[in-house]
């Protein structure tokens, strides 16, 4: 059975305290992983999108890295309004193309001054 | 801005009263999914339209449907909510094509509560 699963669930960081999170998954066919950040009573927000292992993507303070197996979100220096949740889904591979997505239950991240 | 928009933002409605949800798109995207989400769960998708073409997930109740009448708009019908049915509702949009088209993008939710 495919599943997709973060750790840890919730992380309290001080400001500038760099931290990593984790999306480990087992899947039968990677098409893709993808990294959203969810604020509060709002929808997803795009981060990112990993296709093979060994890439990485950074956006501002924000990197994240694939492996066959994870991938992880670095935070480095983290600010107070990076506090969200963080919400990590794999694309399966499928034979339509659309490719449906299957979220892990988020990593909640909350930043202190 | 090209962007999903959600309406309304919050519904209130009463145990067995029917309501529907909105979702527009000016992304252009022909496809298009509406996602349950539960208070710190993982969203749960309920069915996708591609195109014209409805995809229902195998485990979505037969209460919950939906109408896409053209590219722009789709809308979740809930016939009779169920108090289990008060969560946030995701509308996404995807473009088919490569992969590196396929990113899902999300408007900002309807939170719907049952009374």
């Known amino acids: 059975e495919d599943q997709v699963t973060q750790s840890p669930e919730a992380l309290r960081l001080q400001e500038g305290e760099s931290s990593s999170l984790n999306c480990s998954y087992t899947?039968?066919?990677?098409?893709?992983l993808f990294w959203y950040r969810q604020d509060p009573g709002k929808g997803p927000e795009f981060l990112f999108t990993?296709?093979?292992a060994g890439e990485e993507k950074e956006k501002e303070r924000l990197k994240a890295t694939l492996t066959k197996k994870e991938s992880f979100l670095h935070i480095t220096a983290p600010k107070p309004e990076d506090s969200a949740t963080y919400l990590c889904?794999?694309?399966?591979?499928?034979?339509?193309?659309?490719?449906?997505?299957?979220f892990g239950a988020g990593t909640q991240v909350v930043v202190t001054p | 801005d090209a962007m999903v928009i959600q309406n309304p933002r919050y519904q209130v409605t009463q145990f067995g009263k029917p309501v529907t949800l909105s979702c527009s798109q000016t992304l252009n995207h022909n496809v298009m999914y509406w996602y349950q989400q539960k208070s710190s769960q993982a969203p749960k998708l309920l069915f996708h339209y591609y195109d014209k073409d409805f995809n229902n997930e195998a485990d979505t109740p037969d209460n919950f449907q939906s109408r896409r009448p053209n590219t722009s708009f789709c809308f979740l019908d809930i016939r009779s909510p169920g108090l289990g049915d008060a969560a946030m509702y995701l509308c996404?949009?995807?473009?088919?094509?490569?992969?590196?088209?396929?990113?899902?993008?999300f408007g900002p939710g309807t939170r719907l509560l049952v009374l």
């Open positions: 996404a949009t995807s473009r088919e094509g490569s992969r590196f088209q396929e990113t899902q993008y």
């Open positions: 899947v039968s066919g990677l098409r893709g």
């Open positions: 990993l296709y093979s």
């Open positions: 889904a794999v694309q399966l591979m499928t034979t339509d193309s659309w490719g449906k997505l299957q």
